[in-house]
């Protein structure tokens, strides 16, 4: 090797400054692929395998750290900053051999530069992440805690530069800036995933901390534009600053106004419902290098214009496409190599003793407290609960990217060792302590769900109707239809349609506006939200007594159902309705669409504050109309008694109002020779037993009873309402009842059995292929059934 590099040394070839160690390293520009070890070549003095070599150990020894310390809660950054430093002179790096054979002099331009590129990237998605309509929305709460959490660590950081005269590398004004930013930065890119991973971002709290760190993560990042035009210009030559600062406002200016029309115009060139081509995703990342290239030339670096061309791409289908085709590769694959370089120039041994890391740790913990204190100060003055106050201080304190980088422009070795290892311990100390003090989950009182039978009769009917796809649209239709929505007795219907969350950091709910004209649409599904969106608005311009409002829920699969029940606590809503995870199939048969759909369904049925329908669809969707507005169905309900069984009949006794609906009540009691059960008589009260226990399964039956009898008296002059009784003995019987029932029904409304122990059904539970339906609701929904009717499970 010493050979090659004396050879490129009398050749002339390229030649460059190593920025980790500082030495003038000469390269021949022909070694970059190898001929094979079989013609004698080592593979370790070429390029490209070289690099190959070194992004595999850099992405190996990062996945290894995520997969150790996962349990801590750690965030990525911290296993791809660890393994750096793993890499790098502190650790592996001390062995001259290693250093030289892997990481030798050569390489580390190869390795920077595509580092670099990933960065670049990686900026222009945060930027495509970032809605500046948020901010436009943002409360003044979130803002003067942005505003609160950013000044006073800003003004700490900042002051403390006095103590370093003559001791950095930057000059004293940079300087200022850099120790202000490094410690006010919140990083909104680790914060997003830090609250998606403990699933706050549709809370409060999240929401707070979102549009807060945005703000803060915008002024951070033109602040570091600042420091890299102070920095890059000649400190002789004061005019240069003023000229790369007013070059890059007019930059800014040209993607907005020229720019980001230019994006809006081709978006709408594109036909209704098709995807982005090749052509459109190639111009936009062709962009990104172009953005990127001149802001380095004007003297501002190249992460400002990717960054900042990311914020002006409009948010929705294109920036969807983006981050689905881009996040994977550049965070597991490029970004890695960021921040592994940053941990090749860690070396811990340049820190003279633990003076350094004391005075740091004190300066880093000052910050931090400021920051916690101001933040939990605005809170309380805000009248949030001390608590979720501190936890939202703690989120603010949350570091990565963002000051990894400003440590990188700050170009001092000691300050970037000694200031990554403490940003290391703030980081990872953030997560764990938000785990171990706040509970994110929001409870909902489920023995206090709002229900159909507590409604007085002429009440509004507040109905959250799930949609995945337009497949489930017609069946939901017709059933609110037949629900009888009249002036008198009104429905407001919210329409949620479930996106699932891809590539992006944060969910979103997005409420339409159902009397504006909309814009064409342009994505799959963008489309799918039109198509049902219409079809609601067609139902409720011909029923009176329906309010429709739209909605789209845009979330992780895991999470989904927490939009879903924070929608119907927020609303008020009496009853949600959710598409069974199966659909028939061309034979008649049940097929699952989707699994995950049915951990949904199981969630909100655990978690809902109201009541909760599953709808199998079995061509209600094809109810025969009699009017444009009305359609005529039967409507059976199986009532075997409990809670469950008298909501469905509550619903069902609101159905039969419809003037084209008629409705069968199938009552099941048990015969002569089925099993009683047991009374309980094991309670003693003052050392007597008390007689007059009643059980809890009696005390239900007198509920029934009750219901039942109303429900008969009210509508004994009735011809549409039909009240039949069938003697069962065991839970045979049961089964052969069910299925030797006519098909000459539209829909069986049945209650999911809970709170209510039947011996005639128990043993049924045992065989149930989807639990989620009680034992009736999955007899009747098993694919070996030979009903073909639509069934309406109600809990």
Request: charged share 15%; proline share 4%.
């Amino acid at each position: 090797m010493a050979d090659a590099l004396q050879n490129a040394m009398q050749k002339d070839e390229p030649k460059f400054t190593d920025p980790i160690r500082g030495e003038m390293v000469c390269f021949a520009s022909s070694m970059i692929s190898t001929n094979g070890v079989w013609q004698g070549d080592d593979p370790f003095e070429y390029s490209l395998p070289l690099f190959i070599l070194q992004l595999m150990l850099i992405v190996v020894i990062t996945r290894i750290l995520i997969f150790l310390l996962k349990p801590l809660r750690q965030p990525k950054v911290i296993s791809e900053i660890l393994g750096g430093v793993i890499l790098g002179p502190s650790i592996l790096g001390r062995s001259a051999n290693f250093s030289a054979t892997i990481f030798p002099l050569r390489s580390t331009m190869v390795l920077e530069t595509l580092a670099n590129v990933g960065l670049l990237f990686f900026l222009f998605l945060v930027g495509v992440e970032m809605d500046l309509g948020m901010i436009r929305k943002t409360s003044q709460k979130a803002m003067v805690i942005a505003i609160a959490c950013m000044s006073l660590p800003f003004l700490i950081g900042s002051s403390t530069t006095f103590l370093f005269n003559g001791q950095t590398q930057v000059n004293h004004l940079c300087f200022v800036v850099f120790m202000g930013v490094a410690h006010s930065v919140t990083a909104f890119p680790v914060l997003a995933r830090i609250l998606a991973e403990l699933k706050l971002l549709n809370t409060e709290i999240g929401k707070i901390a979102m549009s807060a760190a945005m703000m803060n993560d915008i002024c951070v990042w033109i602040l570091l534009a600042l420091v890299v035009a102070l920095i890059e210009s000649n400190s002789s030559t004061t005019l240069a600053s003023f000229y790369v600062i007013f070059s890059s406002i007019g930059f800014v200016l040209m993607l907005i106004f020229v720019v980001r029309p230019g994006i809006e115009w081709f978006i709408h060139r594109i036909p209704n419902g098709e995807s982005f081509s090749d052509y459109h995703i190639c111009l936009i990342l062709t962009g990104v290098f172009v953005y990127g290239f001149i802001t380095d030339v004007i003297g501002t670096h190249s992460i400002f214009g990717a960054f900042v061309f990311g914020l002006n791409i409009l948010k929705g289908p294109l920036a969807t496409t983006l981050l689905e085709k881009l996040e994977d590769f550049v965070t597991t694959l490029l970004l890695p190599l960021y921040f592994a370089i940053s941990g090749l120039r860690t070396d811990i041994s340049s820190v003279n003793g633990k003076g350094d890391y004391g005075f740091f740790i004190a300066i880093t913990v000052l910050a931090c407290v400021a920051k916690v204190a101001g933040t939990l100060l605005i809170a309380l003055y805000y009248k949030m609960p001390f608590r979720e106050a501190f936890v939202l201080a703690l989120l603010m304190n949350t570091k990565g990217l963002t000051e990894m980088v400003v440590l990188n422009v700050g170009k001092d070795q000691k300050l970037f060792a000694t200031m990554g290892v403490v940003a290391v311990f703030v980081i990872g100390m953030i997560t764990p302590i938000v785990v171990a003090i706040y509970k994110p989950a929001r409870g909902f009182i489920t023995h206090k769900r709002r229900r159909m039978q507590r409604s007085t009769r002429s009440a509004e009917l507040r109905v959250l109707t799930c949609i995945h796809t337009t497949r489930n649209v017609p069946s939901v239709i017709n059933l609110l239809e037949i629900s009888n929505p009249t002036k008198k007795f009104h429905i407001a219907v919210y329409v949620l349609q479930l996106v699932e969350l891809t590539g992006r950091a944060s969910a979103m709910l997005i409420v339409h506006n159902t009397h504006r004209v909309r814009k064409p649409a342009i994505y799959k599904t963008q489309v799918q939200s039109e198509e049902i969106i219409n079809s609601f608005e067609n139902l409720q311009q011909h029923v009176t007594g329906l309010s429709i409002h739209p909605l789209t829920a845009i979330s992780p699969y895991s999470i989904m159902h927490e939009d879903i029940c924070n929608l119907a606590e927020d609303e008020r809503v009496t009853f949600i309705i959710l598409p069974f995870h199966k659909q028939q199939a061309v034979d008649g048969g049940m097929e699952a669409t989707n699994p995950v759909l049915r951990n949904i369904n199981q969630n909100v049925l655990a978690n809902a504050p109201c009541s909760v329908g599953i709808l199998i669809d079995r061509g209600l969707g094809g109810l025969t109309r009699v009017v444009v507005s009305q359609i005529s169905g039967n409507i059976a309900v199986l009532f075997f008694g409990g809670p469950d069984d008298r909501e469905a009949l509550s619903y069902a006794w609101r159905m039969v109002r419809h003037p084209g609906v008629s409705l069968t009540v199938f009552r099941f009691l048990p015969g002569e020779d089925a099993v009683k059960p047991k009374r309980n008589y094991d309670n003693f009260t003052n050392g007597r037993s008390n007689l007059n226990i009643v059980t809890e399964t009696e005390t239900e039956r007198l509920y029934d009873d009750k219901y039942i009898t109303d429900f008969r008296l009210q509508n004994v002059s009735d011809e549409t309402i039909v009240y039949t009784e069938k003697f069962i003995n065991n839970a045979e019987e049961t089964v052969v009842a069910v299925r030797s029932m006519e098909n000459i029904h539209d829909l069986y409304i049945v209650g999911r059995g809970q709170g209510m122990i039947s011996p005639y059904i128990a043993s049924l539970n045992d065989w149930s292929e989807c639990p989620e339906l009680g034992a009736i609701g999955d007899l009747l929904a098993s694919s070996d059934s030979a009903t073909t009717i639509s069934v309406l499970v109600v809990q």
